[in-house]
């Protein structure tokens, strides 16, 4: 069992930037592999980045503005976000499993925490 506590979310105008941290307890995150989602309100919760197995993905609509990044030491996964755009709010999600068949598909995830709001205004 794993419990994930997102922070970092707020308000944030367009071109700005916020760091979104997921703090692990329980058993460490070391041995999970570890994802960010995200979901607007009436849609569907979408990928967003994954870091495990020593490699990380990314959307191809944050690729090049988010950094995913993990501190095991720290129990805690960062999810960079630079250059936001409006399209980029959402609740934020991280999302943590042993091994997740297709690391962008939620359902593949056993651990999710509660979300963190971001929102960007133009």
């Known amino acids: 069992q794993v419990q994930l506590v997102e922070s970092g979310g707020g308000l944030v105008q367009a071109g700005g930037s916020l760091r979104l941290s997921c703090a692990a307890s329980?058993?460490?995150?070391?041995?999970?592999?570890m994802g960010w989602f995200r979901q607007a309100p009436g849609k569907e919760r979408e990928f967003v980045a994954f870091?495990?197995?020593?490699?990380?993905l990314y959307a191809d609509s944050v690729k090049g503005r988010f950094t995913i990044s993990r501190d095991d030491a720290k129990n805690t996964v960062y999810l960079q976000m630079n250059s936001l755009k409006p399209e980029d709010t959402a609740a934020y999600y991280c999302?943590?499993?042993?091994?997740?068949?297709?690391?962008?598909?939620?359902?593949?995830?056993?651990?999710w925490g509660q979300g963190t709001q971001v929102t960007v205004s133009s």
């Open positions: 999302a943590a499993d042993v091994g997740p068949l297709n690391a962008r598909r939620a359902n593949d995830y056993d651990y």
């Open positions: 329980g058993r460490t995150s070391s041995g999970y592999a």
């Open positions: 870091i495990g197995w020593g490699g990380v």
